[in-house]
């Protein structure tokens, strides 16, 4: 079993900055490929961002490339999304989710979620 929470989220204006973070446990984390969803509210649940197992390779949607950036450290089981100059429709209920199917539409664990807010 792996357990993930998430932390990071909260308010900020457009243009600005946040890093999520999403701590997880179990033997086999590291194992996992891990990945970042969002749902923003009467949308559905859309895909955000990737990483392998060894974090030697990334996936963006093309709405975040070259804004957001995930990175993991296996050392302290977490994964990170780095993510720049936010745009008010990147507000939404972001996911961490572990273990991810090859088309990275599904996943086989999930977190909590934390809510990220752009106001414009």
């Known amino acids: 079993q792996v357990q993930l929470v998430e932390s990071g989220g909260g308010l900020v204006q457009a243009g600005g900055s946040l890093r999520l973070s999403c701590a997880g446990s179990?033997?086999?984390?590291?194992?996992?490929?891990m990945g970042w969803f969002r749902q923003a509210p009467g949308k559905e649940r859309e895909f955000v961002a990737a990483i392998n197992w060894s974090g030697g390779r990334t996936f963006y949607s093309n709405s975040v490339k070259g804004r957001f950036t995930i990175s993991r450290d296996s050392a302290k089981n977490t994964v990170y999304l780095q993510m720049n100059s936010l745009k008010p429709e990147d507000t939404a209920v972001y996911y961490c989710?572990?273990?991810?199917?090859?088309?990275?539409?599904?996943?086989?664990?999930w977190g909590q979620g934390t809510q990220v807010t752009v106001s414009s």
């Open positions: 989710a572990a273990n991810l199917d090859p088309l990275l539409s599904k996943a086989d664990y």
């Open positions: 179990g033997r086999t984390f590291s194992t996992y490929s």
